[in-house]
């Protein structure tokens, strides 16, 4: 795990935890956001535009979307707002993905 940045005595983290990212095991701290984890594993970029422009963490705080990642097979998920836990499975993205289109309503026959 190289590329970490040095935590003084002051700070305390959470119980260790391990999540996976791109098929990576990579150790992590409850109370850590996808994005912190992200960054500290020298990966800033969370997800590709269909240009294949690189998108990051930029607000930080789950107002411009830029982070979006796929957390445990769910895409479109905010990095900056997810913290991880035990076992989650991280990818970047390519990409915005789609919802869903909703089923169509159903109509009353008389
Ligand atoms: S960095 Fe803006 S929503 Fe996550």
């Known amino acids: 795990m190289s590329g970490r ?7 305390r983290r959470g119980p260790a935890v391990t999540v ?9 701290y ?3 956001s996808v994005a912190a984890v992200l960054i500290a594993e020298g990966s800033p970029a969370t997800r590709v ?13 789950g107002a411009c ?18 913290w991880v836990r035990e076992g989650m499975v991280i990818a970047h993205q390519d990409v915005f993905v789609a919802a869903a289109a909703p089923p169509p309503k159903e109509t009353h026959v008389a």
């Open 5 to 11: 940045l040095a935590v003084g005595p002051e700070l």
């Open 20 to 28: 996976t990212i791109d098929s990576r095991p990579v150790l992590a």
């Open 49 to 61: 535009t269909r240009s294949g422009a690189p998108r990051g963490v930029f607000c930080g705080m």
């Open 65 to 82: 979307f830029d982070c979006l990642v796929v957390v445990d097979g769910i895409p479109n998920t905010r990095a900056c707002m997810t």
């Open 30 to 32: 409850a109370g850590e």
